[in-house]
T-cell receptor
């Protein structure tokens, strides 16, 4: 079946450090890929997405590129801030009918001043 | 727009009690779903609905019932609560379900503790 694998957390970084959170997927078709972010005590919200191979999603300084050849969608940010502390979820959906969203297990990021 | 709203925010139940978690959205979305979030397991789909009057099971439906009488509301019912249902529950909606890149909009969650 379809699945999403994320790197284990928690990830602890100092402010202004470079961030990478790895995400790989397996899917039977051509998925759309997402990163959702969950701030403490809140629901998930979309951070960025990409709907086809080689697309780059970006938002709030975060970027991720849809790599079909490596089935990956790694999240990166050049300089993290304390306010980026949250749990990050990689996810996919498939087109062609009403398909559920498949989430990774989430990666907790803690940024320290 | 209020987006997706959920009530209550927190609930404590005793084993065997029943309750309904409420979810409403004001974006006229067709697709609504319920997830539970447990440590180390990400989000798992409980039930979903593709429109008023149509519901289906997700990957962990046992112990939960749903109905969808209106486009706006999608309540989740626990008929006889068990400690294994202690979790954080999220309701989500999207315009047309998982077709090619639709964004899911999540509510703030309901934290449930079953003693």
């Amino acid at each position: 079946g379809d699945s999403v694998t994320q790197m284990e957390g928690p990830v602890t970084l100092s402010e202004e450090a470079f961030l990478t959170i790895n995400c790989t997927y397996t899917a039977t078709g051509y998925p759309s890929l997402f990163w959702y972010v969950q701030y403490p005590g809140e629901g998930l919200q979309l951070l960025l997405k990409a709907t086809k191979a080689d697309d780059k999603g970006s938002n709030k300084g975060f970027e991720a590129t849809y790599r079909k050849e490596t089935t990956s969608f790694h999240l990166e940010k050049g300089s993290v801030q304390v306010s980026d502390s949250a749990v990050y979820f990689c996810a996919l959906t498939l087109s062609g009918g009403y398909q559920k969203v498949t989430f990774g297990t989430g990666t907790k990021l803690q940024v320290i001043p | 727009n209020a987006g997706v709203t959920q009530t209550p925010k927190f609930q404590v139940l005793k084993t065997g009690q029943s309750m309904t978690l409420q979810c409403a959205q004001d974006m006229n979305h067709e697709y609504m779903s319920w997830y539970r979030q447990d440590p180390g397991m990400g989000l798992r789909l409980i039930h979903y609905s593709v429109g008023a009057g149509i519901t289906d099971q997700g990957e962990v439906p046992n112990g939960y019932n749903v109905s969808r009488s209106t486009t706006e509301d999608f309540p989740l019912r626990l008929l006889s609560a068990a400690p294994s249902q202690t979790s954080v529950y999220f309701c989500a909606s999207s315009e047309e379900g998982g077709r090619g890149g639709e964004t899911q909009y999540f509510g703030p969650g309901t934290r449930l503790l079953v003693l």
